[in-house]
């Protein structure tokens, strides 16, 4: 049996309103269960009374229906997800091309003591990878850790508003 | 006087285009209007008046209502220690505003509620 805390997180997590409507019906639901706790019922008789979460889920987003609420809550979602994916892809695009350029631009190895190089391993340059590919490499991570920053402040932007 | 009626005239047209959906709005304004109260308590005050119209009401029709009050400021909602047990609840209570409104809506219901029973009669 689920406990308080779990039944509203399912409630939160299958209504379809934005993450500041989601915050104040954890507040309302919260008060809701604890006012039914004082009456001496428990949790599980307060989920049978109340229904499960996806039924009251349900009973949130008939409300909200055809209502902005609903556009506001994709938006956010999709804010969201891209935020996260364009950073993600950015610091791994600039990783990526650090790496490609220390180890791919790096053609000899000299392996030897202080009395002299005892080995010399000249490799072969798997690929071209010249300061300019570097330099490209550089400018597509910005450019996506802009879009990932962009994301994120209207994202945030949006959240105080909504 | 001509200004006063097109006033009146478009706060009754106002009241008109709302008052299906605005007829809950002025049942929690009025029994917010009594005592700062939390969500749970509206539910048990409607489910207890015995009128079968708002019997069964739940907290997914009864919550955006009173967020839809909140954002027009006609209510505010704030997180308060309950007296009994000790833990922060959130209640909500009217504002000048909600008080002001809540009286023109009584008015409007009124002669809205005398014209339909006029009608009725005749």
Known sequence: MMNKEQYIKRILKSIKVTDKTKERIRYDIQTEIESMEEMGLTIEEIVLKKGSPKKVADEFNQSYSNTKMREWHYTQKTLKIAGAVLLSVSVLAFICNTLGSTFLMQDVSIIGGADGPTNIIVTEKPISYSPDLFARGNIVSCILLIFGIACVVIYYAMKKKK | ?122
């Not at chain 2, 505010?76 to 007296?83: A, F, Y």
């Not at chain 2, 609840?89 to 909600?98: A, Q, S």
């Open chain 2, 1 to 122: 006087m001509l200004n006063m009626m097109k006033g009146a005239t478009d706060l009754d047209f106002k009241y008109e285009q709302q008052f299906k959906k605005g007829a809950l709005e002025m049942m929690l304004l009025s029994i917010i209007s009594r005592k700062r109260t939390y969500g749970y308590e509206i539910i048990l005050n409607l489910n207890n008046a015995g009128e079968p119209l708002f019997q069964n009401i739940k907290e997914g029709t009864l919550y955006p209502v009173l967020y839809r009050l909140e954002d027009s400021g006609l209510v505010i909602s704030e997180l308060s220690t309950s007296e009994n047990s000790g833990r922060a609840k959130k209640y909500y209570k009217i504002t000048d505003l909600g008080t002001s409104t809540l009286q023109e809506m009584k008015g409007f219901w009124q002669s809205y509620k005398n014209c339909i029973d006029k009608l009725m009669e005749s």
